[in-house]
C-alpha cells in the first residue's frame, strides 16, 4: 500500500520562528511536492523535487525553502514563520517520466502561526 | 496560461439524487486531467484521470467523468449520491514538466438525507 507521511497534522508556532515540515514517502517515487491549500483557492505549488539535491519553485515558492537529501524524503523550511504562512500544507510523490503518473498525498499539516 | 475553474464553490445534493460537478481547463497542448476528492481531514485521493482515448473515464466509488474538447470541460458525475461523498472534490490539470498540477479551487459537496 503506497504511503505518504507527514511529520505532524496541527502544528502551532510563532511568528519569526523557523519552522520544518517533513514529508516521507516509501514508493521510491522520483518526484516529490509541496502545496499549500487555503479555501477558495485551491492547491497552490510551492516547490517541487524531481531527484535528491534537485529542486524547482513552484507558483508561491516567496517565504518558503526545500530540503532533499534523501530520495524519500522532502522537507519545507519557513525561515522566518509569518501570519499570513497560517495554512494546510500538502505533500506529495509520483513517478518521474510520464504524465499519467498520478500524485500521492499525505494526510497535510495544518500551521497556525501566531 | 493554463488555468483550471471550478464555478461551483459549494454544492447540495440529496441523497439518492445525481450529481455533476462542473470542470473547465484553459491549455494550450493535450489535457491531462484529473478529478480528487478530500474527506475532511484526509489528504487528497485519486477519483479518476483521463489523458487519451475513451472520453468517458470510470473511476473509483461509482464516479464517472466525460472529456470534451469542445468545450474545454472535464465534468465529474455520479448517478446516486450517498451521505459518504460529503467531501471536496478538485479537478487538476497536469503540466508536461516536471508532472507539476494546476488546481482548481475546489467544491465543497453537501449530502442531505
Known amino acids: 500500500d503506497v504511503k505518504v507521511t507527514q511529520s505532524s497534522r496541527y502544528l502551532v508556532k510563532r511568528t519569526g520562528e523557523k519552522v520544518f515540515l517533513e514529508c516521507v514517502q516509501d514508493?521510491?517515487?522520483?518526484?516529490m511536492f509541496w502545496y499549500r491549500q487555503d479555501p477558495g483557492l485551491g492547491l497552490r505549488l510551492i516547490y517541487f523535487?524531481?531527484?535528491?539535491?534537485?529542486?524547482e519553485k513552484g507558483d508561491i515558492p516567496e517565504g518558503y525553502s526545500v530540503s532533499r537529501e534523501k530520495k524519500e524524503r522532502f522537507s519545507l523550511i519557513l525561515e522566518s514563520a509569518s501570519t499570513n504562512q497560517t495554512s494546510m500544507y500538502l505533500c506529495?510523490?509520483?513517478?518521474?517520466?510520464?504524465?499519467?503518473?498520478?500524485?500521492?498525498f499525505g494526510p497535510g499539516t495544518r500551521l497556525t502561526v501566531t | 496560461a493554463q488555468s483550471v475553474t471550478q464555478p461551483d464553490i459549494h454544492i447540495t445534493v440529496s441523497e439518492g439524487a445525481s450529481l455533476e460537478l462542473r470542470c473547465n481547463y484553459s491549455y494550450g497542448a493535450t489535457p491531462y486531467l484529473f478529478w480528487y476528492v478530500q474527506s475532511p481531514g484526509q489528504g487528497l485521493q485519486l477519483l479518476l484521470k483521463?489523458?487519451?482515448?475513451?472520453?468517458l473515464v470510470q473511476g473509483i466509488k461509482g464516479f464517472e467523468a466525460e472529456f470534451k474538447r469542445s468545450q474545454s470541460s472535464f465534468n465529474l458525475r455520479k448517478p446516486s449520491v450517498h451521505w459518504s461523498d460529503a467531501a471536496e472534490y478538485f479537478c487538476a490539470i497536469q503540466m508536461e514538466y516536471g508532472n507539476k498540477l494546476v488546481f482548481g479551487a475546489g467544491t465543497i459537496l453537501r449530502v442531505k438525507s
Open positions: 523535487s524531481y531527484d535528491v539535491k534537485m529542486k
Open positions: 483521463y489523458f487519451s482515448g475513451d472520453t
Open positions: 506529495a510523490s509520483s513517478l518521474a517520466g510520464g504524465r499519467a503518473y498520478e500524485q500521492y
Open positions: 514508493m521510491d517515487h522520483e518526484n
